[in-house]
C-alpha cells in the first residue's frame, strides 16, 4: 500500500479521500491536486483496475490542462472500482453513492470519463447539484455531439500550420480513430481546405490520395459500417495509416499511437492530438530532432474541458464554441512561440506555462485556502 504522501510535491494534491461503503460495494478514490486556479473539474472513470497512482496522474495532468487553458478550475480526478459493464442500475446507485460520499468537497467538480457518461453525470448533479458534461435536458451542452474537441484541434492545427511552413488549405491528414474526436476535426479541417486522405477506425483503416468524402464517410461510419468498408476509398491494414503519406497527422484514438517502434514510419509534418498522451516521450524526442511539429495534446485536446467549463458558468452551446476558438488559438500561439524561442519542445513549453500559471495563481492564496 503506497503512502498518500509518495505523490507530494511543490503543487499538489491537496487532498486524497478514499470512500468506502460495503453496503453497495462502494470503493472509491478522489484526489484533488491543486485548486489555486479554482475549484477542480476532471472526469470519474470506473474500471476495475484503476488505482491511487492513476487518479494521481489524471488529476495533475488536469491542473496541467486546465491551467494551460486558462480556466479558473483546478486539477481532480476520482476513480471508482468497478466492471464499466455491469448493469445500469447498479452502476447508476454506484455512481449515486459515490456522488453522496463527496459530496462536502466542494472544491471538485465531477465530469465524464472513461466507463461513465453524461447520463451518470446527471444523477451526480441530482445528488449533489455539482457536475459537468450533462445532457441537454438538464442545461448541459452535449460536448461530443458539438465537436467540442475536434472544433479546438482543427484551431490548433490552423495557428500551428504556418509554425512548420504549411499552408492548411490543400494539407493532406490523417486521422487515427474516427469518432466523436475525430470525426468532427475531419470536419472543421476539411471546412478550413484540408484534404482528409485516410481515416482509420478499431477494424481497419480507408485511405484515398485524393481525398476522401468528409460528410459521405461520416455519414457511413454512423451507419454502423467500418471506415474499411467506405466505397470512396481503398480499405488499408489499421496500423498502416501512421505511414500514409500526409502533411497533419492527427492521433484521436488511444494513448501511444506514436511510439519509438513507429515515429520513423510517420510522414506528417505536424501531429494535432485528440487522444491524450498519444506520443510517447522517446518518439516526441525524435519528432523534435527530426523537425516534425507536435502540438502537446492537452493544449490542442481542450476543447471538451472548455466546454464544460462554459456549461458550468451557465455559459450557451455558442459562447462554449467561441470560448475554444479563442483559448485554443491564444495557447497554441504562446505555447509555439515559447517553444521556438527557447528552442525546447512545445511539451516543455505547454508544461512550464501550466506550471507558471498555477504558481502565480497560488501566490494570490489565503493560508486559509480550507
Ligand atoms: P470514441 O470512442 O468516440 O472514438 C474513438 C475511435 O477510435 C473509434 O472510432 C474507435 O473505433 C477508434 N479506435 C479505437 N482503437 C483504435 C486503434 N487502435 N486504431 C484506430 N482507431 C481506433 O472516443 P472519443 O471521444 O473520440 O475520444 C478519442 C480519444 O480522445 C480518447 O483517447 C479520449 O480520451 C480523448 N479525448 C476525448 C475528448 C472528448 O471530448 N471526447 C477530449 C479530450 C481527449
Known sequence: MEDAFTFADELGPARIIHVHEPSVGLRGTLVVDNVATGPSIGGLRMAPDVSTEECFRLARAMTLKNAAAGLPHGGGKSVLYGDPGMPREEKERLVRAMACA???????????????DEGLMACVKAEIGRSVGLPREVGGIPLDEIGATGFGLAHAAEIAAPFCDLELAGARVAVQGFGAVG???ARFLAERGAVLVAASDSRGATHAPKG????????????????S?????????????????????????????????????????????GANISVTPGAEATLHERGVLNVPDFIANAGGVICASVEYHGGSESQAMATIEEKIRHNTEEVLQRARQRGCTPRDAAVELAVQRVKRAMGYRRWSIF
Open 102 to 116: 463527496l459530496g462536502d468537497c466542494q472544491d471538485y467538480i465531477f465530469g465524464p470519463d472513461m466507463g461513465t
Open 183 to 185: 470525426i468532427h476535426a
Open 212 to 227: 476522401l468524402d468528409v460528410a459521405a464517410l461520416v455519414e457511413h461510419k454512423r451507419s454502423g459500417k467500418p471506415v
Open 229 to 273: 468498408e467506405f466505397p470512396g476509398g481503398a480499405p488499408l491494414e489499421r496500423d498502416a495509416l501512421i505511414g500514409v503519406e500526409c502533411e497533419i497527422f492527427a492521433p484521436a484514438a488511444r494513448p501511444d499511437a506514436i511510439r519509438e517502434d513507429n515515429v520513423d514510419q510517420l510522414q506528417a509534418k505536424l501531429v494535432v492530438s
